[in-house]
């Protein structure tokens, strides 16, 4: 339809003037198509900026409420995980060196609790009073009591020369029951680096919060 | 929809999602394995056994160990560890288990072997029960996977005693 407006049907349609016509309409085309190029080479960050001048309150409550719901359920399975496998923290990310050639740093274990005694061998983590960070080591020595049923436990990290006595508190030998967090059950390798690297570099946890958040508000759905 | 930052969401996304299935498959994958390993310890000397100046009683030996354990490696097993176990009952414990020695098998061409060692760590009692004491010696293994759940079992061999005296 466009074009049958602008094309001259009549006798005195020539093709020069025709030609003179198109070149025209191409000019104008692309003049408009140069405009265009310019508005978006300023970049996301100008998309950012617009859109975040456009904000309705009632979008922005959407979104934050959406945000509220996936922390929400986030937290619900990382409760429910702690619940089904008896364990304060389910799953640990090797700090040290001590469990190699097994467990390198930055790798995550998977942990269970459950009321079977500890027995030796087993890949226990545990904390001592005093020290903050649980410590994954196997078990070498089990004295368990005849009438009670409670242990003392040793144990070494594989790759040590000693045993753990003297990471234990001030004239502590063995270790009990309630310093035990969980058993090694599984395990994942390098996932824990993510951690690793956020607990060191913390600044780095601030820029990903502040990217995920800029994200959130400024994505259109 | 499809700008750049969609997209690479998109497809992390999946990524890791496929990440997760293929570690969970291949340690399902180890079940299918049957293990049959074999293993013979003797103890060849009593080296000393002596009562401890804090009163506990220690035991010193030589044994040699024989294992077979080629079959529990799979295509998923980072490395086996082993350990030897004395495992005896005394009046005030049910149970004490005292590791003696333990080895890191890497690969499933050093899994059969057999060392002649004196124990690795000291076997000391709590207490100074172990005069004539019955005890088995257990070899336990943990097969350590590339990713994926440990498996742990054991050979329990019995009939070993230590000497009545002090010597």
């Given at each position: 339809?466009?074009?049958?407006?602008?094309?001259?049907?009549?006798?005195?349609?020539?093709?020069?003037?025709?030609?003179v016509?198109?070149?025209?309409?191409r000019?104008?085309?692309?003049?408009?198509?140069?405009?265009?190029?310019?508005r978006?080479?300023?970049?996301?960050?100008?998309?950012?900026?617009d859109?975040?001048?456009?904000?309705?309150?009632?979008?922005?409550?959407?979104?934050?409420?959406?945000?509220?719901m996936?922390?929400?359920?986030?937290?619900?399975?990382?409760k429910?995980?702690?619940?089904?496998?008896?364990?304060?923290?389910?799953?640990?990310?090797?700090?040290?060196?001590?469990?190699?050639?097994?467990?390198?740093?930055?790798d995550?274990l998977?942990?269970?609790?459950?009321?079977?005694?500890?027995?030796?061998?087993e890949?226990?983590?545990?904390n001592?009073?005093?020290?903050?960070?649980p410590?994954?080591?196997?078990?070498?020595?089990?004295h368990?009591?005849?009438?009670?049923?409670?242990?003392d436990?040793?144990?070494?990290g594989?790759?040590n020369?000693?045993?753990?006595?003297?990471?234990?508190?001030q004239?502590q030998q063995y270790?009990?029951?309630?310093?035990?967090?969980?058993?090694?059950?599984?395990?994942l390798?390098?996932?824990?680096?993510?951690?690793?690297?956020m607990?060191e570099?913390?600044?780095?946890?601030?820029i990903?919060?502040?990217?995920?958040?800029?994200?959130v508000?400024?994505s259109?759905? | 929809?499809?700008?750049?930052?969609?997209?690479?969401?998109?497809?992390?996304?999946?990524?890791v999602?496929?990440?997760a299935?293929m570690?969970?498959?291949?340690?399902?994958?180890?079940?299918?394995?049957?293990?049959?390993?074999?293993?013979?310890?003797?103890?060849?000397?009593?080296?000393w056994?002596q009562?401890?100046?804090?009163g506990?009683?220690?035991?010193?030996l030589?044994m040699?160990?024989?294992?077979?354990?080629?079959?529990?490696?799979?295509?998923n097993?980072?490395?086996?560890?082993i350990?030897?176990?004395a495992?005896?009952?005394?009046?005030?414990?049910?149970?004490?288990?005292?590791?003696l020695w333990d080895?890191i098998?890497?690969?499933?061409?050093?899994?059969?072997?057999w060392?002649?060692?004196?124990?690795?760590?000291?076997?000391?009692?709590?207490?100074?029960?172990?005069?004539?004491?019955?005890?088995n010696?257990?070899?336990?293994?943990?097969?350590?996977?590339?990713?994926g759940k440990?498996?742990?079992?054991?050979?329990?061999?019995?009939?070993?005693?230590?000497?009545?005296?002090?010597r």
């Open positions: 339809m466009y074009y049958a407006k602008h094309f001259r049907w009549d006798s005195s349609y020539s093709a020069s003037s025709n030609l016509y198109k070149l025209q309409r000019r104008r085309r692309s003049k408009k198509l140069k405009h265009i190029g310019k978006e080479n300023m970049g996301w960050i100008g998309d950012t900026v859109s975040i001048k456009s904000i309705q309150i009632r979008q922005l409550l959407t979104q934050v409420v959406s945000l509220g996936i922390v929400t359920s986030a937290l619900i399975i990382w429910g995980l702690m619940c089904v496998t008896g364990s304060e923290s389910p799953v640990v990310v090797v700090l040290s060196g001590s469990m190699e050639p097994g467990f390198k740093r930055g995550i998977f942990l269970h609790m459950s009321k079977d005694p500890i027995r030796a061998g890949i226990v983590v545990f001592i009073d005093g020290r903050e960070i410590i994954v080591h196997r078990v070498i020595k089990v368990e009591r005849q009438d009670t049923g409670e242990v436990v040793l144990t070494k594989d790759n020369y000693g045993d753990d006595r003297l990471l234990y508190a004239g270790l009990q029951r309630h310093h035990i967090m969980g058993r090694a059950v599984g395990f390798p390098y996932v824990g680096w993510v951690t690793i690297v607990t570099k913390p600044i780095i946890k601030y990903l919060i502040g990217a995920l958040g800029l994200l508000i400024t259109k759905d | 929809m499809h700008s750049f930052g969609y997209r690479l969401n998109g497809l992390l996304t999946f990524a999602t496929i990440l299935l570690c969970a498959i291949t340690s399902l994958s180890d079940n299918f394995n049957t293990p049959s390993p074999s293993a013979e310890i003797k103890i060849m000397n009593i080296n056994f009562k401890q100046p804090q506990h009683d220690e035991v010193s030589t040699n160990v024989s294992a077979d354990l080629q079959s529990l490696f799979t295509w097993t980072k490395q086996v560890f350990f030897v176990a495992e005896y009952e005394t009046r005030k414990n049910s149970l004490n288990q005292v590791s080895a098998i890497p690969a499933k061409e050093h899994a059969k072997f060392i002649h060692t004196s124990n690795k760590y000291r076997f000391v009692d709590q207490g100074n029960n172990l005069r004539g004491k019955k005890f010696l257990t070899l336990h293994w943990h097969v350590m996977p590339k990713t440990m498996f742990a079992d054991k050979i329990v061999l019995t009939g070993y005693s230590l000497p009545e005296e002090y």
